[in-house]
């Protein structure tokens, strides 16, 4: 019996010299988990996709659909006041005959694509 409790205590002993062992030294200079990362600034547009919902696979018709179904009218009227605030992205649904009315949804890339979903009236 004294022989397992000998054991079992050698193998306790290693076992916490073993986790010890991985266990970073507190001199060891590293910076805390928490430090605020400095936040990257958006990108900027580099170029405006205009595309209507119904030319979108049916799958991400589905996606957008439920994105602005879950989005409240002040959502949408904020986007909408953006594109009409942003003469790029303006000049860009204007050259669809469209308007700032149509726009459903925008994702910007990171690389400065901004792809704009809209929706003809109808």
Excluded at 11 to 39: D, E, H, I, K
Excluded at 65 to 81: A, C, M, N, P, Y
Excluded at 89 to 104: D, M, Y
């Amino acid at each position: 019996m004294r022989l397992i409790t000998t054991l079992a205590t050698g193998a306790a002993l290693a076992l916490s010299v073993a986790a010890n062992a991985q266990t970073p030294s507190p001199s060891s200079p590293r910076p805390p988990a928490s430090a605020p990362q400095a936040p990257s600034a958006p990108p900027t547009i580099q170029s405006v996709n205009v595309v209507d919902i119904s030319e979108l696979p049916a799958a991400t018709q589905s996606q957008v659909t439920e994105i602005v179904s879950q989005r409240g009218d002040g959502e949408l009227q904020k986007l909408r006041s953006s594109v009409d605030s942003t003469p790029t992205i303006k000049s860009a649904l204007e050259a669809k005959g469209l308007s700032s009315t149509h726009v459903l949804f925008a994702q910007m890339s990171e690389n400065g694509l901004l792809t704009i979903v809209t929706k003809k009236a109808g």
